[in-house]
Every structure is written in C-alpha cells, then in structure tokens.
T-cell receptor, first 113, second 116 residues
Framework: EPEVTQTPSHQVTQMGQEVILRCVPISNHLYFYWYRQILGQKVEFLVSFYNNEISEKSEIFDDQFSVERPDGSNFTLKIRSTKLEDSAMYFC???????????FGSGTRLTVV | DQQVKQNSPSLSVQEGRISILNCDYTNSMFDYFLWYKKYPAEGPTFLISISSIKDKNEDGRFTVFLNKSAKHLSLHIVPSQPGDSAVYFCAASVTNSGGSNYKLTFGKGTLLTVNP
C-alpha cells in the first residue's frame, strides 16, 4: 500500500535554529498538507499546498514557517527560527481528492531545547 | 474554539461487544466527516468517512452515523477486537469551491481500549 514517508522521525534542535522537515507524498496525489500535534492536544492544521502554491494556512503558520516542493517528489516544512512552543509531532499528509481521504505520514517528533 | 468535540477522552469495552465513539460539531458549514485511528508513534490512519448528504455509511465492522440536525456523528465498531485499541479522531471539513482541496478540523480524540 502506498505510504507517505517522513524524515527524520525525531529531530532535536536548539531554540533559534532552523529546521527542515521532509516528506515524500504518495506519487499520484495532488494535495499536500502539514499538521501538528502538541503533546496531549488535538491534531491542528498548518497549511495546504496545491499546484505549487499554498492554498490555505492557519494562524499558526506565521512568517517563521514556509513550505516547498522543490523537485516534484519531496514536500518540505521549514521553521526558520524555532521556539520552545514549536515542539510537537509534525504530520505530513497527501490526498488525491476528498472522497479518498488523506494519507498521513508517521510524523516527525520535533523537540526544541 | 472547539469546532469538533469528542467529549469522552477514553472508552473501555469488552472484546466482542459494540464500541460507540461520539463526536459533536458546531460549524454548520462542515459537509464531510471522517474517522481516523491512531496508534502511538504513528500517523492517523483513515477509517471511514461520510458525506453530509448521507446519514449512514458502513464498511465491514465500522459504521458511521450522521445526525445533521443534532450536529452529531458516531462511529460504531461491531464486534470490537483487542487490535482496535487506539486513539480515534473525528475530523470534519468544508468542501471549498475546488471541491477537492480541504483542511481537516480534528477533535481531541478518544482512547478506545478493548479488553480481551
């Protein structure tokens, strides 16, 4: 069964450092997403991406965040200057369309120290 | 603002019995609802979905019921199995003009434990 692959599985970074979280969506999917889950809280939408541009973003997705699909297969989330409160599980997801639901990756656990 | 609410943080049932997981929503614009299952250290896995034009959708042991007037949906698992033990998330979306690109609003999840 096709999978969404995320790397790394766990990243520890110092506050103020830049991090890049990587995702390889399912190859024939057209819609790409990032979500995050702070420990003990609900899964929250960050950003959706379609046709090489952001289609929607949440208030969490401020100027410190950016997304890119650099080569037609990878989909990255960059946090320019990490804060302690950015510590969370970050999930990438892709979709072929609403009727098919999403496929989520296994997540990257980001720990900012 | 909790637009999707799962008021039971946990549920425990005996193997073979029915599990009923509940979800309420406040945004009347939601027109598509999904249930996801999540094991620790894994991403959410799609289980079953329902469009607002339906009131029931069934897939094997899983049935989702939608009551639009009450803004309530539920997931029934019959019979429950120990392998069903996981966190279950209810999610909802609003179909935009494109019809396919949508964000999900999640509830906080319910931890289901199925005891052998």
């Amino acid at each position: 069964e096709p999978e969404v692959t995320q790397t790394p599985s766990h990243q520890v970074t110092q506050m103020g450092q830049e991090v890049i979280l990587r995702c390889v969506p399912i190859s024939n999917h057209l819609y790409f997403y990032w979500y995050r889950q702070i420990l003990g809280q609900k899964v929250e939408f960050l950003v959706s991406f379609y046709n090489n541009e952001i289609s929607e973003k949440s208030e969490i997705f401020d100027d410190q965040f950016s997304v890119e699909r650099p080569d037609g297969s990878n989909f990255t989330l960059k946090i320019r200057s990490t804060k302690l409160e950015d510590s969370a599980m970050y999930f990438c997801a892709s979709s072929a369309g609403q009727a098919y639901g999403y496929t989520f990756g296994s997540g990257t656990r980001l720990t900012v120290v | 603002d909790q637009q999707v609410k799962q008021n039971s943080p946990s549920l425990s049932v005996q193997e073979g019995r029915i599990s009923i997981l509940n979800c309420d929503y406040t945004n009347s614009m939601f027109d598509y609802f999904l249930w996801y299952k999540k094991y620790p250290a894994e991403g959410p896995t799609f289980l079953i979905s329902i469009s607002s034009i339906k009131d029931k959708n069934e897939d094997g042991r899983f049935t989702v019921f939608l009551n639009k007037s009450a803004k309530h949906l539920s997931l029934h698992i019959v019979p429950s199995q120990p392998g069903d033990s996981a966190v279950y998330f209810c999610a909802a979306s609003v179909t935009n003009s494109g019809g396919s690109n949508y964000k999900l609003t999640f509830g906080k999840g319910t931890l289901l434990t199925v005891n052998p």
